[in-house]
């Protein structure tokens, strides 16, 4: 079938497997071209099939080497329905590792659920013995825990409401928004959806089931970003549940004995990051900036440069905090200012010429595998992917 990009709101139902597949390659194409990174070898990804989860993955494999096991929860073809994007990265993602000669496997559930846990544990006891690292990358909406409950994660305030500019990005409008501030039980969900206890429980089992190397290093990725986001993003209930993450960081340091750091990364357009209100047009100036600058990146820079140049086998780059910074070409001065000086100005009329809209719906539509070159959408292409390692 021909598959065309179908929106709604901040997502796109359909995803092409051509495309995606573009994309995975480009990443491996990107991670193959610079220095090999000298790391873990056995490495767990848990949200290994878009964003930084991805990224990370195709970094330890394809530069590091590693064999890779990794935890979807995504959706295969069915009828008419193009499968997820997730889906079809991973089914390009073991391909290539195929071709390579890399270990890969997959497995597609709820990685807050214990059964997920134990297949994981049962696949890594088969196959690779134990773990020397594992990479907490989830970005979830809700989170169902063994006695039914499900919890769902709210993007608001805490404590007081706060008005400031967002976009609508489909009318290239700019407006003020007005974000309430979450209840109580809204926080205690969130952190309950988006903290640390799930990671503390993946981490646990596996030490438990012996699946582990004892110098393993865990991972888990938070955002800090600048003052005017603050309110929504590292002072609101996501931030909570984040400071929350890094609690746990030193938890499973202290409490497990496995080394567990939180890698602070940049803004980035994902599936995720276009959900949160104002975020998305402070991404569209920092672009802008960024691309001026030339220091511009996204996931698979990040993630490369994580693996190779911060967590290395024997060192670890840290603040004073003991959380590595991703965000450090973010953050720089240089780029700060001239975001603050764009943003105290921008208007449906300055949009076009201070921001960069384009480059943010040209990410959006990549993520799912639309608007890159050298695909031809207009192709005949079978919806119907497997990937290899999943049988269902
Ligand atoms: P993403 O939406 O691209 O990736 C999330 C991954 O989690 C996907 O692979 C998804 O399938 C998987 N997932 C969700 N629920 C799951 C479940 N129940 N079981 C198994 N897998 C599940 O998001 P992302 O932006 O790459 O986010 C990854 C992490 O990075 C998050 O912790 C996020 O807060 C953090 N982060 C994101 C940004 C950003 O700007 N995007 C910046 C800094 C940090």
């Known amino acids: 079938m021909i598959i065309e990009p179908k929106t709604r709101g901040f997502i796109c139902t359909t995803a092409h497997p051509a495309g995606c597949r573009e994309n995975v390659r480009r990443q491996i194409e990107y991670v193959t071209s610079q220095p090999e990174i000298n790391s873990a070898k056995k490495v767990l990804v848990i949200g290994s099939s878009t ?16 064999a890779t096991i990794g935890i979807i929860f995504d959706k295969p073809a069915s009828g008419k329905r193009t499968a997820s994007a997730g889906w079809y990265n991973t089914a390009a993602f073991e391909e290539f590792a195929k071709a390579d000669g890399l270990y890969a496997k997959t497995l597609n559930g709820d990685a807050f659920s214990k059964e997920v846990k134990e297949k994981t544990i049962s696949l890594i006891k088969q196959d690779l ?11 979830a909406p809700r989170r169902a825990t063994e006695d039914g409950t499900t919890y769902s994660s709210v993007l608001k305030t805490v404590g007081n409401s706060y008005t400031n500019k967002t976009i609508d990005l489909a009318n290239r409008k700019v407006s003020d928004i007005t974000i309430d501030p979450a209840t109580e039980e809204e926080i205690t969900n969130t952190i309950k959806v988006m903290g640390g206890e799930d ?9 438990d089931a012996d699946a582990i190397e004892e110098d ?4 888990a990725y938070s955002y800090i970003g600048p003052e005017l986001t603050h309110p929504m993003y590292k002072d609101g209930s996501i931030g909570k549940a984040k400071d929350h993450l890094f609690h746990t960081s030193q938890e499973i340091s202290r ?9 602070v990364n940049k803004a980035l357009v994902t599936q995720s990051s276009a959900a949160i209100p104002i975020v998305p047009l402070y991404i569209t100036l920092l672009y802008k900036i960024m691309k001026e600058q030339g220091n511009h990146e996204g996931c698979i820079e990040q993630m490369y440069r994580l693996f190779h140049d911060k967590l290395q086998k024997d060192s670890v780059e840290t603040d004073e905090d003991g959380m590595i910074r991703l965000d450090d070409l973010e953050m720089l001065p240089q780029v700060q200012e001239a975001v603050m000086k764009v943003w105290s100005t921008i208007s449906d009329e300055t949009l ?11 990410d959006f539509y990549q993520m799912f595998g639309f ?3 050298g695909v031809d959408y207009t192709a005949d292409v079978d919806p119907d992917v497997k990937i290899p390692s999943i049988t269902e």
């Open 51 to 66: 964003g930084y989860g991805l990224a990370s993955r195709i970094s330890m494999a394809f530069s590091g080497r590693a």
């Open 129 to 139: 013995g134990k773990v020397d690292m594992v990479i907490y990358s989830l970005a």
């Open 199 to 207: 990671w503390k429980d993946w981490i646990q089992a596996l030490k």
């Open 216 to 219: 393993a290093v865990t991972l």
């Open 255 to 263: 409490e497990l004995g496995i080394e567990a750091y939180i890698s």
């Open 352 to 362: 076009e010429k201070d921001a960069d809209i384009n480059g943010y719906w040209e």
């Open 371 to 373: 608007c890159i070159s």
